[in-house]
C-alpha cells in the first residue's frame, strides 16, 4: 500500500512538472499547447540513450534534456509565431506526430517501436535514487522547483507583459513588445519544463518507447491544465492531482488492465468537455482572487475570465 | 522645429476604397498637432498607417529621420512613437497601475534573466518604473484607483488609462486617437492641461478630434483630411475660414483659402 | 511501377480528400476546429463493421446505415455541446478543445467496445481486379474513388444551386453577413456540421471497406483531414479536394521510396513545409 502511495506522489510530480510548463504556455502565453508530448518526449529520449550509452552523470544529462527541450521549442515556436494562432496549435500537433515518426525509424538512435530498457536510476555521487522514497524526494523537489520557476517569472516584469498581452495583443504590440517573442520565450521556458519531467520519468519507469510519450501525453497534459485552472498557479496542480490520483484509484475497483486505461482515457475527455462547457476558466479559474487575504496573495496574479484569447479581434 | 514624424505620398487601398490619397505631413515636437476631418475622411487610417497596425499601399513614413514604413506595430513604438486608440485598449486583468507600468521599455531576455537570478534588481527597478508609472496616474486623476482591476473602469477611465500609460513610456511622440470623444468637459479639461504640457518637455503630440473647440483652442497646427486627401493645413485661425475645409463640413460657400 | 504507386496512393487519397473536404467547411464556414473529426471517422469506420459483420448486412447498406447513424450521432453531440457553447460566444479554442473531449471520449469508447487490435473487416474476400495499362486497380479502389468524387461533387452542386445550398456558401463566406440578411445562422451551422460530419463517416466506411479497422485511426484521420484542410483553407473545397489526393499520392510513393513507417512523418513535413511557405508567402503579400 505504501509503495503504491509513493508511486502516485511520483507520478503527481512528475505530471506537475509537465502541467505547469504546459501552463506557462497555454495559459499565460495563450497559445494552444498541443506538442508536450514532443517534448517530454525529447527528454525522455536524451535521459534513455544518454544513460545506457554513456556515463555521463545524471547533472548533466538532465541538463542536455532540458537544453534540447529548450533549443527546439525556441526553434520550432520562432518559426510558429507568425502563423495564425489557429494554425500553431496544429502544427504543434503535427510538430508530436513528427518526433514520434522519428522517433519509431531512426532505429540505429531509438531503437524504434522496441524502446529503450533498462534505464538505470539515477545516480547522485553516491546516493543511487532507483525507486521508492528517494526517488519521490527527488521527484517533489524538482516539481517544487518547477512551481517556484514559473511562479518567478509570473510575478516579473515579464509575467505582467505575458499577462497583458493575454488581454489585449494589439494594446500589447502597441508598448513596444513584440507579442511573438514574448510567445517565443514563454513556449521555450514551457517546454524546457517538459523535457524536466521526461527525464525524470524515463529514470523512473526505466523503459521508454515512441508510443507512451506521444500524442496521447499531449492531450494529458492539456487537459489537465484546462480542467485545474488555465492561467492560474494552484491550477496546474490541482488538475494534474485529479487525473492522476483519480483513474488509479479505479485500479481497485478490478477492472482488467487493457480496459483500465481507456476508461481513464475517457474519463478525461469527458471531463474537458465538461469543465469547458460549464466552467471553462477551469476548477481553480472562477475564484475571486479579489477577497483573498494578503497572505494568499502571494499566489499570483488573477486568472483571466475567458482562457486562452478573447473571441472576437477589435480593429484598432 | 525638430520633425519627429514625416509622412510622404501616404496612400492606402482597401481593395478599391482609396482611404488615403497621397498625404504629406509632418509632425513637429513642440507644438500641438491636430488631424481633423468630416466623419470616414481616413484619420484613423492615417494613424494605423503611420504607426504599422495596417499597410499603407504607397508611400513613405519616417520618424526622426528613421524609415519606419510597413514595420510592425512593436517596432515602431520602439522608436518612441505611442499612440492611443479610439476605443480605448487596456489590460483588463492587470491593475490600473499595472496598466501604466507597461509603458516602460523592457528587454524580454534581460527580463527573464533578472526575474529567475537577479530578483533584488528587479525588485529595484520595479519600484522606480512604479513611480514614475504613479506620477503619470496622478497626472490624469486616477491614483486613487491604482489598485483596480482596470476591467472594472468606465469608458472615461480607461482612456485616461491609455494616456497615463503614454506617459510613462516618455515617448517622444504621442499619437492620441479622439482622446475627447464621450469624455465630460471636466475630465476633458485635465487632458487638455496634460496635451498642452507635453510640447514644453520636448515631446511632440499629435491628436485625431472631432470636437471643434477643443481642437482651436489647444492646437498650434492642423491637417484637414477629407475623402483621404490632405485639403487644407495651417494654424487654428486660418483653417477656421479656410473654404474647403468649411465645405468639406457643411457643403459649398463663399471662397477664402489658407495654404 | 510507379503509376501504380500513384494510383493506389490516389485513391487513399480521395479517403482523405473527403476528410479534408468535411473538415475545412466546418473549419471556414464556423470558425471552429473539429477535433472530432477523426472521431466520426472511426465511429464510421467501425459502424461498417458492425452491420457488416455482425448484423450481416450487404455492404452498400452497411456503409449506408453506418454514415446515416454516425451524422446523426456526431449532429447530437454539436447541438447538445459545441452549438450552446458557441452561442454563449465560448471562445473558438475552447470549443475546439471540448471537441477534442469528444474526440478522446470516442476513440476509448470504440477501444472499449470492440477492442484495440485491429478488426479485419472484408472477411478475407477479395475484390475484382481490373488492369487499365500499366495499373491493377481492385473494384473496391473503383468505388471508393467514385463514392468520394461524386460525394464532393454533388456537394458542390448542392450549395451552388439549391436555396439552403447557397445559405451554406454564404456562410461559410461570412457567417456575420449571412445572418445580417436572415440567414438562420445557427440551423445552417448544423447542416455544415451535418454534412461534414457525413462526409467524415462515408469516409469511415470506406476504409472500412478496404480491408481493417483499428481504434488508431482516428488519430490518424483527423491529423490528415488537418493538415490537408489547412490547404483547403486557402484554395476551398477544390483545394482540399486536390490536397487531398496528392497527400494520397505522396505517401504512398514516400512509402515505396523508404521504409514504410517513415511515410506519415515525411508527408506530414512536406506538408508543413507547404503551409509555412504559403503562409510566409501570404504575410508579405497580405494587407494588415
Known amino acids: ?316 | ?259 | 511501377m510507379i503509376p501504380q504507386i500513384v494510383v493506389a496512393g490516389l485513391v487513399t487519397g480521395c479517403v482523405y480528400a473527403l476528410l479534408a473536404v468535411g473538415f475545412s467547411i466546418i473549419a471556414n464556414s464556423m470558425h471552429f476546429f473539429n477535433l472530432s473529426h477523426g472521431g466520426i471517422l472511426l465511429v464510421g469506420a467501425f459502424l461498417t463493421y458492425f452491420f457488416k459483420v455482425k448484423l450481416n448486412l450487404a455492404l452498400p447498406l452497411a456503409i449506408l446505415l453506418a454514415t446515416v447513424l454516425t451524422t446523426v450521432v456526431f449532429l447530437a453531440v454539436a447541438s447538445a455541446v459545441f452549438m450552446p457553447m458557441r452561442a454563449r460566444g465560448s471562445a473558438k479554442w475552447n470549443v475546439a478543445m471540448a471537441s477534442l473531449g469528444v474526440f478522446i471520449v470516442v476513440q476509448a469508447a470504440v477501444g472499449i467496445v470492440f477492442g484495440t487490435a485491429p478488426i479485419d473487416v472484408t472477411g478475407g474476400t477479395v475484390p475484382r481486379m481490373f488492369q487499365l495499362f500499366d495499373v491493377r486497380i481492385s473494384s473496391t479502389d473503383i468505388t471508393i474513388a467514385v463514392v468520394a468524387v461524386a460525394s464532393i461533387a454533388l456537394f458542390s452542386v448542392f450549395v451552388r444551386t439549391t436555396k439552403v445550398g447557397m445559405a451554406v456558401r454564404a456562410a461559410v463566406n461570412d457567417r456575420e453577413i449571412a445572418g445580417l440578411v436572415g440567414a438562420n445562422v445557427a440551423r445552417l451551422e448544423l447542416v455544415v456540421f451535418g454534412i461534414g460530419a457525413f462526409l467524415a463517416a462515408l469516409a469511415g466506411g470506406l476504409v472500412a471497406m478496404t480491408g481493417a479497422v483499428s481504434y488508431t485511426m482516428g488519430l490518424d484521420g483527423l491529423l490528415k483531414a488537418i493538415v490537408v484542410s489547412i490547404l483547403g483553407i486557402e484554395a476551398g473545397v477544390l483545394g482540399a479536394l486536390i490536397g487531398g489526393l496528392a497527400l494520397g499520392a505522396i505517401e504512398n510513393v514516400t512509402m515505396y521510396a523508404t521504409a514504410s513507417s517513415w511515410r506519415d512523418g515525411i508527408s506530414l513535413l512536406i506538408l508543413m513545409a507547404y503551409i509555412y511557405g504559403t503562409v510566409y508567402v501570404r504575410r508579405t503579400r497580405k494587407n494588415r
Open chain 1, 1 to 316: 500500500m505504501m509503495s503504491f502511495l509513493v508511486h502516485i506522489l511520483v507520478l503527481c510530480s512528475i505530471y506537475i512538472i509537465l502541467a505547469v510548463g504546459c501552463n506557462l504556455i497555454l495559459g499565460y502565453g495563450g497559445m494552444i499547447q498541443m506538442g508536450h508530448g514532443a517534448f517530454f518526449a525529447v527528454g525522455a529520449y536524451a535521459a534513455a540513450i544518454l544513460s545506457t550509452r554513456t556515463s555521463i552523470p545524471w547533472i548533466p544529462e538532465v541538463l542536455i534534456s532540458m537544453g534540447l527541450a529548450l533549443v527546439v521549442g525556441l526553434i520550432l515556436a520562432w518559426s510558429m509565431v507568425p502563423l495564425d494562432p489557429d494554425f500553431f496549435s496544429l502544427v504543434t500537433f503535427g510538430f508530436t506526430i513528427v518526433v514520434v515518426t522519428v522517433l519509431m525509424n531512426w532505429t540505429s538512435l531509438t531503437s524504434g517501436a522496441a524502446g529503450i530498457p533498462g534505464i538505470p536510476g539515477i545516480h547522485l555521487g553516491a546516493l543511487d535514487i532507483t525507486q521508492g522514497g528517494g526517488f519521490l524526494l527527488l521527484a517533489a523537489i524538482l516539481a517544487s522547483a518547477s512551481m517556484w520557476f514559473v511562479y518567478l517569472l509570473v510575478r516579473s516584469s515579464f509575467g505582467r507583459a505575458l499577462r497583458a498581452m493575454r488581454d489585449d495583443d494589439i494594446g500589447f504590440e502597441a508598448t513596444g513588445r513584440s507579442a511573438a517573442r514574448a510567445k517565443v520565450y514563454a513556449y521555450g521556458l514551457g517546454v524546457m519544463l517538459a523535457g524536466l519531467g521526461g527525464n525524470l520519468y524515463a529514470h523512473y519507469i526505466s523503459y521508454i518507447d515512441p508510443n507512451t510519450v506521444g500524442v496521447d501525453l499531449s492531450f494529458l497534459v492539456l487537459t489537465m491544465v484546462v480542467v485545474g485552472g488555465v492561467g492560474t498557479f494552484t491550477g496546474p496542480i490541482v488538475g494534474t492531482l485529479l487525473l492522476v490520483v483519480f483513474p488509479e484509484m479505479l485500479r481497485f475497483i478490478g477492472l482488467p488492465a487493457s480496459v483500465g486505461g481507456l476508461i481513464r482515457q475517457a474519463l478525461y475527455g469527458f471531463l474537458l468537455v465538461v469543465i469547458l462547457y460549464f466552467r471553462p476558466a477551469g476548477l481553480m479559474g472562477g475564484l475571486d482572487w479579489g477577497k483573498r487575504p494578503r497572505w494568499l496573495r502571494f499566489l499570483g496574479p488573477r486568472p483571466p475570465a475567458n482562457p486562452v484569447g478573447p473571441d472576437q479581434e477589435v480593429a484598432p
Open chain 2, 1 to 259: 522645429m525638430s520633425t519627429l514624424l514625416a509622412v510622404e505620398h501616404l496612400s492606402k487601398n482597401f481593395r478599391g476604397l482609396r482611404a488615403l490619397n497621397d498625404v504629406t505631413l509632418e509632425i513637429a515636437a513642440d507644438r500641438v498637432t491636430a488631424v481633423i476631418g468630416p466623419n470616414g475622411a481616413g484619420k484613423s487610417t492615417f494613424f494605423n498607417a503611420a504607426t504599422g497596425n495596417i499597410k499603407a499601399s504607397s508611400g513613405k513614413v519616417f520618424f526622426r529621420s528613421r524609415d519606419i514604413t510597413n514595420r510592425p506595430p512593436h517596432v515602431v513604438a520602439q522608436q518612441g512613437l505611442t499612440r492611443s486608440f479610439q476605443v480605448p485598449r487596456v489590460f483588463s486583468t492587470l491593475t490600473v497601475l499595472e496598466n501604466a507600468m507597461m509603458g516602460s521599455r523592457h528587454v524580454f531576455g534581460e527580463q527573464i534573466l533578472q526575474a529567475l537570478v537577479r530578483r533584488r534588481k528587479m525588485w529595484q527597478a520595479d519600484k522606480r518604473l512604479r513611480d514614475r508609472a504613479l506620477e503619470s496616474l496622478r497626472q490624469v486623476g486616477l491614483e486613487s484607483a491604482a489598485d483596480r482591476n482596470a476591467g472594472s473602469l468606465g469608458y472615461a477611465e480607461r482612456k485616461m488609462v491609455e494616456i497615463a500609460r503614454a506617459l510613462t513610456s516618455e515617448a517622444d511622440l504621442l499619437l492620441l486617437d479622439e482622446p475627447f470623444s464621450g469624455i465630460h468637459d471636466d475630465v476633458a479639461s485635465r487632458i487638455i492641461e496634460i496635451i498642452r504640457e507635453l510640447p514644453s518637455s520636448g515631446r511632440g503630440v499629435c491628436l485625431i478630434e472631432h470636437n471643434m473647440r477643443i481642437v482651436m483652442s489647444i492646437a498650434d497646427y492642423i491637417y484637414v483630411l477629407d475623402h483621404g486627401e490632405l485639403i487644407a493645413q495651417g494654424d487654428p485661425a486660418c483653417i477656421r475660414h479656410d473654404t474647403r475645409v468649411i465645405e468639406a463640413y457643411l457643403g459649398k460657400g463663399q471662397s477664402n483659402e489658407c495654404a
